[in-house]
């Protein structure tokens, strides 16, 4: 068997994530490995702490990456916060509050869930009600839901958890880059992320930040962490002075997670944020100009990903085969209810650009055309053309 040099495809990664990497994030990850220990190495380990709060708008000093991809940071931060039986709250928006809940019962956590149609979001009322009711140790929800792309408020939240004796943690990998954040002035107690959205990186590091009142409630849990590689009281070792010998730290993704972090603070987060908006809406007014009906609650979309219902006659995943066959564009399809229903086009991290939203608006255009979809000509970069100028 021979077995040759690994060549991907060209492609253009527009859909919910992963999307196309930012070629410095990739010229950073093929730097060459030191040691864990290292005076280097460590001082990188110091550099993306410090980097990473400035991403998450934090001064919480344990600021750091959990490795493995997102889901490595959310059932490292339920695993630590949430001992068996204890009580969690999670409000279900879309696919990934679901995977919030399927987390915290593997945690043995007494699972407490409320639920909203996809492509809304809760009301404040809705949330306290539940936490009163409840009284649960962590209210669990997820910031920005890509299956559904809209993005549950959060400002009023940790006021309301801390009410009612609860911690906020809360899942920003798909917002988190593009979407304003603000872990110290909203009163997050715990947030966990991943590089392959809007901070335009691979999948692999799971960037996370706890407060101070979070760090205690890990360093006085009296049972067993049930996880040797997610407890984070190990971790938050490793990390800090003691350099506790926890794992053997994945140098290469810590190289890109460093890299991610730089770019977006070197632009600034709220250009970034401003960046995504710009583009998230040029992408949406291409998309309605085609004809197509946008999905969701849009007063509170993410500016990074945009939902549109498919159109009747056509097979949704042959289009996708199609767009991706002929122009190496990727859009993605959901789950569950939706799947089938809506297609999802992502405008994040490095793909949030110009360049990027007009190819794509132009190809899906065509593809819809030769399926038989009467398709305005042009209509849609027109569109989109018209949002960026307006937009400056």
């Known amino acids: 068997m021979t077995v040759n040099q690994i060549d991907p495809p060209a492609r253009l990664l527009m859909g919910p994530g992963p999307i196309t990497a930012d070629p410095r994030v990739l ?28 991403v998450f708008q934090t001064r ?19 695993v630590s916060l949430l001992a068996p039986g204890e009580k969690v709250l999670v409000p279900i928006f879309g696919r990934f509050g679901q995977l919030l ?61 801390a009410k009612h004796g609860a911690l906020l943690y809360t899942d920003v990998t798909a917002s988190l880059g593009g979407n304003t954040f603000l872990a110290d002035a909203w009163g997050v ?42 407890d984070l009281a190990q971790i938050l070792d490793y990390w800090g002075p003691t350099r506790h010998n926890h794992h053997t730290e994945a140098t290469t993704m810590l190289y890109g997670a460093r ?74 399809t959901s789950f569950g209810p939706m799947h089938g229903k809506v297609w999802r086009v992502g405008v994040m991290g490095y793909n949030a650009r110009k360049d990027a939203v007009l190819t794509t608006l132009a190809a899906l255009e065509q593809v819809l055309r030769r399926a038989g979809v009467s398709v305005p000509q042009g209509a849609a970069v027109d569109a989109a053309l018209d949002a960026l100028q307006t937009e400056g």
């Open 101 to 161: 809940r399927d987390v915290a019962e593997r945690c043995g956590a007494e699972v407490h869930v409320i639920e909203r149609e996809w492509g809304s979001v809760f009301t404040v009322g809705e949330i306290e009600a539940a936490l009163r009711e409840v009284k649960p140790k962590l209210l669990a929800i997820v910031h920005g839901d890509t299956s559904t792309t809209v993005a549950q408020p959060l400002e009023e939240l940790a006021a309301l958890a």
């Open 259 to 332: 890299e991610c972090a730089r770019i977006l603070l070197e632009e600034g987060v709220e250009n970034a944020v401003d960046r995504h908006r710009v583009h998230g809406a040029a992408m949406a007014s291409g998309l309605v100009a085609m004809g197509l009906t946008l999905f969701g609650d849009q007063s509170v979309r993410m500016n990074n990903i945009v939902a549109v219902r498919i159109p009747d006659g056509v097979e949704p995943d042959g289009i996708r085969a199609t767009l991706l066959a002929d122009y190496g564009i990727e859009i993605g």
């Open 60 to 78: 919480n000093d344990a600021t750091l990456l959990v490795d493995g991809t997102a889901r490595a940071g959310i059932e490292a931060a339920f």
């Open 27 to 54: 010229r950073a990850m093929s730097a060459q490995l030191v040691g864990q220990y290292d005076p280097a190495m460590t001082g990188y380990m110091a550099e993306v702490q410090e980097l990473y709060r400035g």
């Open 189 to 230: 107690d715990a947030a966990t992320a991943g590089l392959q959205k809007c901070l335009a990186g691979p999948a692999g590091s799971s960037p996370i930040t706890l407060s101070e009142r979070a760090v205690e409630v890990i360093r006085s849990r009296g049972a067993t962490i049930r996880s040797n590689y997610f």
